[in-house]
C-alpha cells in the first residue's frame, strides 16, 4: 500500500508541478490577451455586481437556477477551503514568502479563465430532470459531438464525482477532526458525526436549502476570518511593508531571505505558489462551472464577470491576508509548515486562542467546501445516471465525511490530487475548443450557429430557436434527437 500511494503523489506531483503549471497557465494568458484584458476592464463592474447582488436573505433558489450572489457564494464555497489556510502556509514553508507573488499572477490569469468557464456553463446549460443545470460536462458534449464527445465528458465526470465529491470531502471533514481535536480535545469521529448529521441536512433540502445556506455562510466566514487576520496585521504592523517586501523581491531573489526557507530558487517559488494558487482558487478546474450555471442572469457575460470576483476574494483577500499573517509572525523561519505553522503563527498573536480561531476557520471553510464539492458531484451524477442515482451518492458522501473525520488519509490526499488534475485536462480541452464562442459572446457578436449545439437534427434546431434561457436541452423530448445527433 505504502508503494501505491507514493506511486500516486509520483504521477500527482508531476501533474501539478509540472504539466497543469504550464497548461493552467498558459489557458489563462491565452484568454487574457483573446479578450483583450477582460479582468481588468470588467473588474469595476464586477464589484459593483458583487455588492449590489449582495444579501443574506435573497429569493430562494428553485427548479430555474438561483441569484447570481448565491452562484458566486456557492462557487466561492467550494474554493475558499482548506487551502486558503494550510496549502498557504504549505506554499510559504516550501517556496519562500516569493511563492505568494507567483500566486496572485496565477490568479490574475485565472480570473480569465474563470471568465470563459462561467459564460459557457451558462450559455450551455439545460435541463434535467425538470431543473436547470450546467457544466463542463454539458459544453464538452456539446461542442464534441459523436464517441469523442461523450468518452471526454464521462472521464470529467467520474474524476470530478471521485476526486471532490467522495475523497475531497473525506480530507475536508478529516481537517476539521483535526483542527478541533487540536484545540479542544475532541474526538475527531464525534466531530465527524455532527458535521455529517448537518451537512446531510443540507443534502436532503437540495439546491434551494445549498443556496440558501451559502449566501449567509460564505459572507460570514469570509468576514470572520478578514477581521481576524486584520486585528493581527494591526498588531503586527510594523512588520507588514517588510513582508510585501519580502513577497516582491523574494519573487525573483529568492536566494537574499536570510533564515527560514534555505536554497530556494525562482523556479521552485514560482512552482509552488502557481501550484498551490490554482490549486485554491480552482479556475480551470472545471468545478465553479456547476454553480454558475445556475445563475439567473440576463447574459452569460454577466455571470463571468461575477465568476471573475470569486478568484479576487480567495486570492488576492483570504489567501493574502493567510501570508501577511504567517509572514508578520515571524513563525516561517521554524521550519514547519501547513496547519501547523497557520497555528503558530495565529498563536503568536491571539495567544492560546490562535489555536481555537484555526479550528473554527477550518470548521467554515473545510464545510462550506464539503456542500460546494457535493453538489458539483451531485450534478454529474445526475448527469451519467440520473435522479435517481442521486440518494445513494448522498448516502456515500456522507459515509466518506463521517469516516474520514478520524483516519490518517494520506493516499486519500494523494487520489483526490490526482484526480483532481485529471479532471482539469478535459476541462482545457473544452475551454480552449469554444474560445472562439467566448470571444465572441464577450464582444456581443451574435452568430446563428452559436445558438445551436446540435446542428445536424431539424427538430433539435427547431427546440433550440424557440428556446430563450435554456441553450442545451436535455429533457426527455428531445433525449431522442439529441442521442440521434450525437451518434
Known sequence: MQQFTELVKLVSGFLWDYLLLFLLCGTGIYFTL?????????????????FGGFNLRGEAADQ????????????IAAQVGTGNITGCAMALASGGPGAIFWMWVSAFFGMATIYSEAVLAQKFRTVKDGQITGGPIYYIRGFFRGRFGKVLSVFFSIALILS???MGNMVQS???????????????????VVVTVIAGFIFLGGVKR????TEKLVPVMAILYILGCLIILGINHDMVLTALQQIFVLAFKPQAMAGGVLG???KEAMRYGVARGLFSNEAGMGSTPHAHALAKVKKPEDQGIVAMMGVFIDTFIVLTLTALVILTSGMLSTGETGTTLAQMAFNQAFGSFGNIFVACCMLFFAFSTIIGWYFFGEVNVRALFGKKAIPVYSLLVLVFVMIGS???VDLVWSLSDLFNGLMVLPNLIGLLALSGLVARITKGIKDPKDDIRYPDDPE???????TDEICCLDDAEVQGPMRKTAD
Open 34 to 50: 483573446r479578450l483583450k484584458f477582460v479582468q481588468v476592464r470588467k473588474f469595476g463592474v464586477g464589484l459593483k455586481m458583487l
Open 64 to 75: 430555474k437556477g438561483m441569484s447570481s450572489f448565491q452562484a458566486l457564494t456557492t462557487a
Open 164 to 166: 471532490l465529491g467522495l
Open 174 to 192: 478529516n481537517s476539521i477532526g483535526s483542527a478541533f481535536h487540536n484545540a479542544f480535545g475532541v474526538p475527531p469521529l464525534a466531530v465527524g
Open 210 to 213: 445549498l443556496a440558501s445556506v
Open 264 to 266: 530556494v530558487t525562482i
Open 406 to 408: 478520524s483516519l490518517q
Open 460 to 466: 433539435v434546431q427547431k427546440l433550440m430557436q424557440n
